[in-house]
């Protein structure tokens, strides 16, 4: 999915986006890609893990946040031809 994203602005960290993705969520991935479409894909996954999941779905919803900074990163700045 995220390849069919447009590239990000800048090239980005991708250890820093998984880092902001794990402490602070949606919230941080969108801050530090200054992308309004960086925070609702992880937002919606955290919201639908948590409700499926009774709550305990909320983990593995606010981990996908970490995991989608550092896979949207790499690919972004690949297409960039940024390694």
């Known amino acids: 999915m995220w390849d069919k994203m447009p590239p990000l602005k800048s090239k980005k960290n991708p250890a820093i986006a998984f880092f902001l993705g794990i402490f602070f969520g949606s919230i941080g991935i969108a801050i530090y890609f200054q992308s309004f479409l960086d925070f609702l894909v ?40 940024e390694y």
Do not use: C, K, T, Y
């Not at 955290?46 to 900074?69: E, R, S, T, Y």
């Open 42 to 81: 992880p937002f919606v996954v955290f919201i639908v893990a948590a409700i499926a999941g009774f709550g305990i779905g909320a983990v593995p919803g606010w981990l996908f946040a970490g995991f989608w900074g550092m896979v949207r990163a790499l690919d972004s700045n690949h297409r960039r031809g």
